[in-house]
């Protein structure tokens, strides 16, 4: 499985867009791109996957590179409650194996 | 998307006991895994739960300290054994199935004193 490297920590203030890249140098051709957000004493929740390009929905983006060797989350617009780890995590769809290795995850601080 | 309940939430417990965490899930899922959180950490995969036959473990990681049982498609239990205070941590249950993202649990946080 592809190891996956992101910022240890970001800040950012309210109302502001915030882009996180992860590089994945190793990725596979069959490996998607997933990130999850995780909020103190809960479990972490999907926010977004892609396979290249741009994907887009009602919480945030995921540009893909055509080398796919990087991701970048792009939030628009955060908000206090934004305040999380995020993971950029890899691995493959569709065949029954989602065993996800979680990277350090990149903590976000939006600030007022 | 799939829901899923664990149990207990959390728990303070001697060490040299064991505890035993309870994932159900509201559906039929095709994997469960078993996640470990330290305090602060990222997540790290304990083992994949497999029905029917015995949990294939990570590196690291061994049965007779953390067994795991999948007795159906929905229900998965890990035992935290002969716990000592470094067991401390956050214990996540994650299910998917072909074509879909994983899904997490709210995790047990396990207190060992």
């Known amino acids: 499985l592809a190891k996956t490297t992101q910022p240890i920590s970001m800040d950012s203030y309210e109302g502001q867009e915030v882009n996180i890249t992860c590089s994945h140098n190793n990725i596979a051709t069959n490996d998607y791109i997933t990130w999850y957000q995780q909020f103190p004493s809960q479990g972490p929740r999907f926010i977004i996957q892609?396979?290249?390009t741009k994907v887009t929905n009602e919480v945030a983006s995921l540009f893909i590179p055509a080398d796919r060797k990087s991701s970048t989350l792009s939030l628009p617009r955060v908000s206090l409650s934004d305040t999380a780890v995020y993971y950029c995590?890899?691995?493959?769809?569709?065949?029954?194996?989602?065993?996800?290795?979680f990277g350090t995850g990149t903590r976000l601080k939006v600030l007022a | 998307s799939a829901v899923i309940s664990q149990k207990p939430s959390r728990d303070i417990c001697q060490r040299g006991t064991s505890l035993t965490i309870q994932c159900q899930v509201d559906s039929q899922v095709t994997m469960m895994f078993w996640y470990r959180q330290q305090p602060g950490q990222s997540l790290t995969l304990i083992a994949t739960?497999?029905?029917?036959?015995?949990?294939?473990?990570e590196s690291g990681f061994v049965i007779d300290k953390f067994p795991i049982s999948r007795p159906n498609l929905t229900f998965s239990t890990l035992t935290v054994s002969n716990m000592s205070p470094e067991d401390s941590s956050i214990y996540l249950c994650s299910v998917a199935d072909m074509n879909t993202e994983a899904f997490f649990g709210q995790g047990t946080r396990l207190t060992v004193v």
């Open positions: 892609g396979y290249k």
């Open positions: 739960a497999n029905q029917g036959s015995e949990a294939t473990y």
């Open positions: 995590l890899v691995g493959p769809r569709g065949s029954g194996t989602y065993k996800y290795i």
